[in-house]
């Protein structure tokens, strides 16, 4: 086995840590800051008391008109903003989609063009410079974006990446402490998606050593704590257990990679508005009980983190499977259908042409989904079936 790990330069967790944000920026020698935030998290007295730190040593600009799911012209918005202000560093504040676009604004501020052509599918560029210092600050525990190199933003039916290495955060500091307001929703959505990752990349067939200690250690963290934040967004213990376990999960994911969850999940974001996270955890008992065959052994450890019922010397079907994750997202409020969406039936055979074009995320499934599988799922997601979907060769 061989493989390659890349981290941000300077990586740090704990309570409180944004106390330090000063200094990093110091460090990089900036003296004209952009915060990439939202309109609601801007309000908030614990971000106002980080922005109003930073404004007695440096200027800074806020940026906060981010929608939820980026689309191309929000991400055009940011980055021709960036251009313009002249800025030598940029602080990426919030969820998944505004690190993101933190990235972005960072990275393509530097380089001729739109952003449309840098994106994976269709762009005809290269990015090819690094732009300027970013600084990612996470505030829910859920995307990731803080260690990854890689950007989604919502298109017409569908999502795309932009992705390089140069897109790595030159800083990312997790702090337990800005999740605390995060409303039960959201901490359960989010939440399902970090597991999602984790989950992912350890089956993922580009995993490794690392990936999977780290994939194991943050499933075993965010399953031990999701509940109790649902439940009661001040438990300290549970908030930090959290937010620990979705940093882990995205350095194990940055590597190893997530598969056929997210592949089906950009459409139901594009077509359908249904947020990231709550798009990867209502079809994540569906996917992975679809491919649970494929790799026995490694499901029996997932399995028994979730549930120590399940004994690793036992055997298991893939109903078995999607039972005891259909479980779990339902003590966190995840409805068990697509229906929920206002999803037709109709619409299956759209959705499973659009996943198929997520081959940059299928290729990585232990099982390979053809549009057959994709399909089944899709179907059976829809429905809310209590058995796991049959391998199938039909689409009407």
Not at 39 to 60: N, S
Not at 153 to 159: N, Y
Not at 282 to 304: D, F, H, N, Q, R
Not at 348 to 364: F, I, P, Y
Request: aromatic share 6%; glycine share 6%.
């Amino acid at each position: 086995m061989t493989y390659e790990l890349k981290f941000p330069a300077v990586s740090k967790f704990g309570w409180s840590i944004t106390d330090s944000l000063h200094q990093e920026v110091d460090a990089l020698k900036a003296s004209k800051v952009l915060i990439i935030t939202d309109e609601i998290l801007k309000e908030l007295h614990v971000i106002k008391e980080i922005i109003q730190h930073l404004e007695k040593q440096f200027e800074v600009k806020i940026y906060s008109d981010v929608e939820a799911e980026p689309s191309l012209a929000c991400a055009q918005s940011i980055v021709d903003y960036t251009k313009e202000q002249r800025v030598d560093c940029v602080i990426g504040l919030g969820g998944g989609s505004i690190l993101d676009i933190a990235k972005i604004a960072a990275v393509l501020s530097a380089h001729e063009g739109e952003v449309k052509d840098y994106l994976n599918i269709s762009g005809e560029r290269s990015i090819k410079h690094k732009g300027l210092p970013k600084i990612l600050i996470p505030t829910t525990s859920g995307t990731g974006s803080e260690v990854t190199n890689i950007s989604v933003l919502s298109l017409d039916g569908t999502k795309d990446v932009i992705v390089h290495e140069h897109m790595l955060a030159d800083v990312a500091l997790v702090d337990p402490a800005l999740t605390m307001s995060v409303p039960p929703a959201i901490t359960g959505a989010t939440g399902a998606d970090a597991i999602t990752h984790a989950i992912e990349a350890y089956l993922s067939n580009q995993a490794n050593t690392v990936t999977d200690a780290l994939a194991l250690k943050a499933i075993e963290l965010i399953h031990g704590s999701l509940e109790a934040a649902v439940i009661n967004g001040n438990d300290r213990e549970a908030r930090a257990a959290l937010s620990e376990g979705s940093f882990l999960a995205g350095m194990a994911f940055f590597h190893a990679g997530v598969a056929g969850v997210h592949a089906l999940a950009y459409p139901l974001g594009s077509k359908f508005q249904v947020a990231h996270g709550e798009s990867n955890a209502v079809l994540l008992p569906y996917v992975i009980s679809y491919i649970s065959g494929s790799c026995p052994e490694k499901m029996k450890k997932v399995a028994s983190l979730i549930d120590p019922y399940f004994a690793e010397e036992k055997q298991y079907s893939s109903s078995d499977y999607l039972s005891l994750l259909k479980q779990f997202t339902g003590r966190i409020h995840i409805p068990a259908s697509l229906k929920h969406y206002g999803i037709k039936l109709e619409d299956l055979k759209g959705l499973t042409e659009n996943a198929m074009e997520q081959q940059r995320l299928l290729q990585r499934s232990p099982y390979p989904l053809a549009k057959e599988d994709i399909y089944s799922i899709y179907k059976s997601a829809w429905e809310g079936a209590e058995k796991a979907a049959p391998k199938t060769s039909y689409i009407p």
